[in-house]
């Protein structure tokens, strides 16, 4: 400091006027200091703070009820943020601990943990709708039907795809309606404006009630199903840990 801080005797040792100023002006700072170590700490002993997942607006609905609402009553201590976009975030760059997406959309280096049992992608219609038009029952049977269409994030339309035996078809459709999201598809597909081809749980109940029917289940695919993703180098927080080893233990129920 380039002055005196202590003075000391054979018995005792004091602050000097220049030490007591110091002391004055730094104990604050340190107190600060203190207490932001210790608050850090609490979040590497255990689940505490936010949780922030980066989750496709389409997969929102999959994973609400059956994967977070189950976590958050399980762990009141954490709260739980979702970026709903269908941008393919960085999750570092972006504060991310971590992701949720379909299996196929996700990058090799990633570790990934399964969220859901893989489940195939149907066609629906409401019986209004399949009423006024021949039902389909092959691929091509869709040229005379109004399809409901999602699209990327990049502004391409996604086709729809199909199992015929082994073989994959991707079947260029056209509609009324092109959204960014399945709720809105099954919302529309709902009020008759056509057929939408979507996941298979949002929509089990819908079609259980009657309100939607699908066709075409022969040649349904199967997607490999929802998965958590997280960078493989980076440090696994209580609070993601904890997440992780709650869905594990659900899906074994």
């Known amino acids: 400091m380039g002055v005196a801080l202590f003075v000391r005797t ?10 007591e100023r110091f002391l004055s002006r730094a104990k604050p700072a340190f107190e600060e200091l203190a207490a932001a170590g210790a608050s850090v700490r609490e979040l590497g002993e255990r689940p505490t703070g936010l949780l922030r997942l980066a989750v496709p607006r389409a997969v929102v609905p999959l994973i609400l009820q059956s994967v977070i609402m189950s976590f958050c009553k ?5 709260e739980v943020g979702i970026a709903a976009s269908e941008e393919l975030v960085d999750l570092a760059a972006g504060g991310f601990d971590a992701g949720i997406r379909m299996g ?11 969220l859901s049992q893989p489940f ?14 021949t039902r389909p029952k092959l691929i091509d049977d869709l040229r005379g039907h109004s399809c409901l269409r999602m ?5 391409s339309i996604v086709p729809w795809s199909f199992l015929d035996g082994n073989r994959t078809i991707e079947a260029v459709v056209s509609g009324p309606l ?11 597909a709902m009020d008759g404006l056509g057929l939408a081809q979507v996941p298979s749980p949002p929509v089990k109940a819908r079609i259980a009630e009657g309100r939607l029917q699908a066709v075409l289940t022969p040649f349904a695919p199967t997607t490999p199903g929802l998965f958590l ?14 997440f992780i080893d709650h869905q594990s233990k659900a899906r074994r129920r």
Not at 104 to 114: G, K, L, P, S, T
């Open 151 to 155: 699209r990327r994030p990049n502004g």
């Open 229 to 242: 993703y997280y960078p493989s180098k980076r440090q696994i927080m209580p609070k993601l840990r904890a």
């Open 120 to 133: 195939p992608l149907v066609v629906v219609g409401s019986p209004d709708y399949l009423r006024s038009r």
């Open 104 to 114: 196929q959309f996700i990058d090799a280096d990633m570790i990934v943990v399964r």
């Open 178 to 188: 092109i959204a960014h999201d399945y709720p809105t598809l099954i919302e529309a």
């Open 74 to 78: 399980a762990y009141p201590e954490i």
């Open 10 to 19: 054979t018995r005792s040792v004091g602050l000097t006027q220049a030490g």
